[in-house]
């Protein structure tokens, strides 16, 4: 599975973005999409996942603020992202789980909020 994110950039606080990520390959063993997230000098986090079904699950940090959404037919996953802060400026990885267990990550794409 191959993994294309677009979407990052400089938002001013309180601004809006929309990511996207498109998968190829093997895209019939996709199970779960999701977004990940690493701040400077920071582990990487989860901000959002949704499962096939459309079952979605949020970091607390971000519940409210942003929607994560997902395309079937078309193997993407975008995530909207409202009410940004500063604290939400970092790389933004996608990333898919595979019926099998197996994960793939996305090249990453940087988000920054300005105050």
């Known amino acids: 599975v191959q993994l294309q994110a677009s979407g990052g950039g400089l938002v001013q606080a309180g601004g809006s973005l929309r990511l996207s990520c498109a998968a190829s390959?093997?895209?019939?063993?996709?199970?779960?999409m999701g977004w990940y997230r690493q701040a400077p000098g920071k582990q990487r986090e989860l901000v959002a996942v949704?499962?096939?079904?459309?079952?979605?699950n949020y970091a607390d940090s971000v519940k409210g603020r942003f929607t994560i959404s997902r395309d079937n037919a078309k193997n993407t996953v975008s995530l909207q992202m409202n009410s940004l802060k500063p604290e939400d400026t970092a790389v933004y990885y996608c990333?898919?789980?595979?019926?099998?267990?197996?994960?793939?990550w996305g090249q990453g794409t940087l988000v920054t909020v300005s105050s």
């Open positions: 990333n898919v789980v595979t019926l099998s267990g197996r994960g793939y």
């Open positions: 390959g093997n895209i019939f063993s996709i199970n779960v």
């Open positions: 949704i499962t096939r079904g459309g079952s979605t």
